[in-house]
RNA sequence: GGGGGAAUGUCCCGAGCGGCAAAGGGGGCGGACUGUAAAUCCGCUGGCUAGGCCUUCGUAGGUUCGAGUCCUACUUCCCCCA
């Protein structure tokens, strides 16, 4: 459906994020009629999200700057059993402190994006351990359980992948969705929350909430899910060679995430400014008509825009610079990522090669050698011919660093400490 | 309950007469061309103290000078009969 009434819904719709709602006219009814609150829960399976998750949090930004209040949701509790949907396999178990360290490292994101505090449209940051651990099995069984098909919830494509190929769905597992149906009825309880929302594989999870909710007495509850990320070539988002792209700093440098964006491929920049920054339409549609080579100043602010609202303004203004001067004027930057090595090891010498996997830019010595033979190492700017070698102080350059480099983009300085 | 088939390079799919570091894809990385894009072409895609050594084919044993390949047991999955 579109034309809808209310800003939320018609922002989400005119960006993309918007894949299916469960109750279209009536939530935007009442979303035009008030506040309302929404939510978003977020597995704590490692110290930062990635950014798959980066869509989502964006859903909650502009339901808060639509005039509504967003709860962001950390899975402390459903972490403990691991959602089985459209997996193969089952999750390793985590242990109660693995999750509490994770959703430590997760939460420091989410300042950057949502106003918390206690007005209507103030964000809240609620973990769900605070009620499922306390649950008594037998009250929950009586009290929820009771509403559950169990012939349904084996219908649900997310189990059926499971199912069909006769790979053990633990009874653990099995009850991810009848908990996570219950967060969405308990914060109706606690909050007045109505709307969850999630990426499309949360679908049938959110839905059987909905269902929880009519049988134990909510008002009407609302769900929308955001399409499922890929890039215009098919690969799923977030994926580089060196791993996840993680939101937090301390995993991946705003240098490194702003080259993220900037690599963008020309069919994604207009779709990922719509999604990923808060630019107004009409100054996306003008850098979505740029064309030729242009589209490279588009991904440039796609870069710095996205970076911005993750990192700062500053360190995004910061990791543009670096690039400009590392690519464009071909000159060296301090501000490159850098990686520190003792004095001594330099002094007494240190294989090329081993240099490089040191920067973190090849696995192995056998991974260095064969990018060489390519001739995609270069060392200070030079392509490496010489596998042998062994850097020293020698070849310290003006900066008091060695630039290490791989292909044409990929950069670090190695720093005598 | 009975019968038949399958598990391969820790990214995926997939060939593999007892001599195999193991065909071929996809993906990824690098090079050329470009615009730090896409498409295309080329190279690489177990480890190491590097022409020699070490570790890999579901798990554990066995046969053999030598096992991904043959035998036994186990695990998991697929198909057929009941």
Redesign the pocket.
Known sequence: MTGFKSDFLRTLDERGFIHQISDPEGLDAACVKGPITGYIGFDATATSLHVGSLIQIMMLHWMQQTGHRPISLMGGGTSLIGDPSFKDEARKLLTPADIDANIAGIQKVFDRYLAYGDGPTGAMMINNADWLTKLNYLEFLRDVGRHFSVNRMLSFDSVKLRL?????LSFLEFNYMILQGYDFVELNRRTGTVLQMGGSDQWGNIVNGIDLGHKMGTPQLFALTSPLLTTS?G?KMGK??SGAVWLNADLLSPYEFW?YW??????DVARFLKLYTTLPMPEIARLAALG??E??EA??ILATEVTALLHGRDAAVAAAET??K???EGALSADLPTVEIPRSELEAGLGV??AF?RAGLA?????A???A????LKVNDATLTDVKRTLGLGDLNETGAIKLS?????HVLLKPV
């Open positions: 069909d190929r006769e790979q053990s070539s690969a580089t060679a080259q900037r690599n963008t491929e020309d069919a030729g080579s589209v490279n991904k440039k690039a400009r590392t690519f464009e090669l081993a996997v696995g192995s010595n056998g991974e050698r064969r990018s033979d390519g001739g995609g791989l292909g044409r983009k990929k």
